[in-house]
């Protein structure tokens, strides 16, 4: 066979053969040809007792251009391809190199790199010690296409690995690499590890350090949070990842891991965003299983955690306007009518913002996300009532796109303003909107709007309050008797006899 060597075994096993069977035989019970049979035979010599041969047996194409043209250009620049190599040639000298020669140039300048190449960078292999060192990182999770009641979820990974043990942890990163998403995502694998490791390392994130020249150039907060925990901080060289090889290597198993669980599970569509954690815990917890001897030992090694966690998160403030909105960190957020006015303290967290009046926590919201051209994260639940009062403002209101829960209501509302007059058109998706915010509603209404456009029938309002607005159960009305309070006297007086 072409390309594949014959071995000194398979040389004994057709000499055996070769003493009962004729010579077409025994080649073909040995696995080589007639024509290698005959040099066999020929030849008392093992395969490995043989020299290898070095020299060349064809001319060499390049001969008269390699010294001259090829070798200049690799000493230039050593990262030259092959093929461009190639194409320069035959640009320079037309129907001298045809493309069937580029596999003896790819050997050519293989060879030319071992023997005179620029040195290349040296990987050294490292020996971890239990509790000694956790690394962290973010990684994005775009190419897994996971959405959110139908709609891609944008978001990342932070992940947290233990080097000796490879005992991981991942949460949902919404919005960028944010020191809050850090400490938020840090903190949680610390203590569902149950201690801490001598040392924490990352790349070189903004949102731990100043990214310097000095080596020590954490930021004010990222070194309060390495102090509280009495870990040590480390990063890697800029631009070398590999560095990091701990956890930059689990990125790939573990999106592996989801994408596969993905497949078994038959679709990547999630009813919200609770289930798509338990989903990713699950995978998680399954990946631990594996390490689950080795993290053992290295559990034994880790630091006590302190009496109770840092602070992992950043207070800013903002004011309600009159439009029932207020910005944090050039995200526009809806807040309920009743705070318009009102200055609030906005504690910013890795995946929610909690807003605060006078001490007492009055709205929490998930953290909106700056990524792309939409920076706007709002409910429509806190514009219902008003809308119910003005319902002809939604027409031209300017984040009218934004209040949509679903596309179901945003197609059903092109329909609505294609074949309705404006009133009639802002009553019905007011209504609709305002039957969406009942409590188990949003889901099934967008299904049967689906089903309504399918059919390319309008939505019935007054019909879809019947079926899906909630009955008040008729309660049945008791008369209770009181009984007059000589007969307690009478059972007193039973008593006593």
């Given at each position: 066979?072409?390309?594949?060597r014959?071995?000194d075994?398979?040389v004994?096993?057709y000499m055996s053969?070769?003493?009962?069977h004729?010579?077409e035989?025994?080649?073909?019970?040995?696995?080589?040809s007639?024509?290698s049979a005959r040099?066999i035979?020929?030849?008392a010599?093992?395969?490995s007792?043989k020299?290898?041969?070095y020299w060349?047996?064809r001319?060499d194409?390049?001969a008269?251009v390699?010294?001259?043209?090829?070798?200049p250009?690799?000493?230039n620049?050593?990262?030259?391809q092959?093929?461009?190599i190639?194409?320069?040639?035959?640009d320079?000298h037309?129907?001298e190199y045809?493309?069937?020669?580029r596999r003896?140039?790819?050997?050519?300048?293989r060879h030319?790199?071992a023997m005179?190449?620029?040195?290349?960078?040296?990987f050294f292999p490292?020996q971890h010690e239990p509790?000694?060192?956790g690394?962290?990182?973010?990684?994005?999770?775009?190419?897994?296409?996971?959405?959110?009641?139908g709609?891609p979820?944008?978001h990342?990974?932070y992940?947290?690995?233990?080097?000796f043990s490879?005992w991981?942890y991942a949460?949902i990163?919404?919005g960028?690499?944010?020191?809050?998403?850090?400490s938020?995502g840090?903190?949680?694998a610390?203590?569902q590890?149950g201690?801490?490791p001598?040392?924490?390392?990352t790349?070189?994130?903004?949102?731990?350090f100043?990214n310097?020249a000095?080596?020590d150039?954490?930021?004010?907060?990222?070194?309060a949070l390495l102090?509280h925990?009495?870990m040590?901080?480390?990063?890697?060289?800029?631009?070398l990842?590999?560095?990091?090889?701990?956890?930059?290597?689990?990125?790939?198993?573990?999106?592996?891991?989801?994408?596969?669980?993905?497949?078994?599970?038959?679709?990547?569509?999630?009813?919200d965003?609770?289930t798509y954690d338990?989903?990713?815990?699950?995978?998680v917890?399954?990946?631990?299983r594996r390490?689950a001897?080795a993290?053992?030992?290295e559990?034994?090694?880790l630091m006590?955690?302190p009496l109770?966690?840092?602070?992992?998160?950043?207070?800013?403030?903002?004011r309600v306007?009159r439009?029932?909105?207020?910005?944090?960190?050039?995200i526009l957020y809806?807040a309920p009518?009743r705070?318009?006015g009102h200055?609030?303290?906005?504690?910013?967290?890795?995946d929610?913002?909690d807003c605060?009046?006078?001490?007492?926590?009055?709205?929490?919201?998930s953290r909106g996300?700056?990524?792309?051209?939409?920076?706007r994260?709002?409910?429509?639940?806190h514009?219902?009532e008003?809308?119910?009062?003005?319902p002809q403002?939604?027409?031209?209101?300017?984040f009218r796109?934004e209040?949509?829960?679903?596309?179901a209501?945003r197609r059903?509302w092109?329909?609505?303003e294609?074949?309705?007059?404006?009133r009639?058109a802002c009553k019905?998706?007011v209504?609709?909107l305002?039957l969406a915010?009942?409590?188990g509603?949003e889901?099934v209404?967008?299904?049967?709007l689906?089903?309504?456009l399918?059919d390319g029938k309008?939505?019935?309002?007054k019909?879809?309050?019947?079926?899906f607005?909630?009955?008040?159960?008729d309660c049945p009305?008791?008369n209770v008797?009181m009984?007059?309070?000589?007969?307690y006297?009478?059972?007193?007086?039973?008593?006593?006899?």
């Amino acid at each position: 066979m072409s390309g594949t060597r014959i071995t000194d075994q398979q040389v004994r096993l057709y000499m055996s053969k070769r003493k009962h069977h004729s010579q077409e035989i025994a080649a073909a019970k040995a696995g080589i040809s007639v024509r290698s049979a005959r040099r066999i035979e020929r030849d008392a010599v093992l395969p490995s007792q043989k020299p290898r041969r070095y020299w060349r047996s064809r001319p060499d194409p390049f001969a008269d251009v390699w010294d001259a043209e090829v070798v200049p250009m690799l000493a230039n620049a050593p990262q030259l391809q092959a093929v461009t190599i190639l194409r320069k040639l035959q640009d320079d000298h037309p129907g001298e190199y045809p493309d069937s020669t580029r596999r003896t140039l790819e050997r050519r300048i293989r060879h030319w790199r071992a023997m005179s190449g620029p040195p290349k960078e040296v990987f050294f292999p490292q020996q971890h010690e239990p509790g000694v060192r956790g690394l962290s990182d973010f990684t994005d999770m775009a190419e897994l296409r996971v959405t959110i009641a139908g709609v891609p979820f944008e978001h990342r990974l932070y992940h947290f690995v233990l080097a000796f043990s490879r005992w991981e942890y991942a949460n949902i990163v919404e919005g960028g690499e944010s020191f809050e998403a850090l400490s938020m995502g840090l903190q949680n694998a610390l203590w569902q590890a149950g201690g801490c490791p001598r040392e924490h390392r990352t790349d070189s994130l903004s949102a731990a350090f100043r990214n310097l020249a000095d080596e020590d150039d954490f930021t004010v907060r990222y070194a309060a949070l390495l102090e509280h925990y009495g870990m040590n901080g480390t990063r890697n060289n800029r631009g070398l990842g590999h560095e990091n090889g701990s956890v930059e290597s689990s990125h790939r198993y573990l999106k592996e891991a989801v994408d596969q669980a993905l497949m078994l599970r038959g679709h990547r569509d999630f009813v919200d965003r609770a289930t798509y954690d338990e989903f990713l815990r699950e995978v998680v917890m399954r990946r631990n299983r594996r390490n689950a001897a080795a993290f053992r030992l290295e559990r034994e090694q880790l630091m006590d955690l302190p009496l109770r966690r840092t602070t992992d998160f950043v207070e800013e403030e903002a004011r309600v306007t009159r439009c029932s909105t207020f910005t944090v960190r050039g995200i526009l957020y809806s807040a309920p009518s009743r705070l318009i006015g009102h200055r609030l303290k906005v504690r910013v967290y890795g995946d929610r913002l909690d807003c605060y009046l006078s001490g007492a926590l009055v709205h929490s919201t998930s953290r909106g996300s700056r990524a792309g051209d939409n920076r706007r994260a709002l409910d429509y639940r806190h514009f219902i009532e008003s809308l119910k009062r003005k319902p002809q403002a939604f027409k031209g209101l300017a984040f009218r796109d934004e209040l949509f829960p679903r596309e179901a209501y945003r197609r059903t509302w092109e329909q609505l303003e294609a074949r309705l007059t404006q009133r009639e058109a802002c009553k019905v998706i007011v209504g609709l909107l305002e039957l969406a915010a009942l409590d188990g509603v949003e889901a099934v209404l967008a299904a049967r709007l689906n089903a309504l456009l399918v059919d390319g029938k309008l939505p019935d309002l007054k019909a879809l309050r019947e079926e899906f607005a909630p009955r008040h159960a008729d309660c049945p009305v008791v008369n209770v008797e009181m009984p007059p309070v000589s007969s307690y006297d009478d059972l007193l007086g039973k008593e006593v006899a």
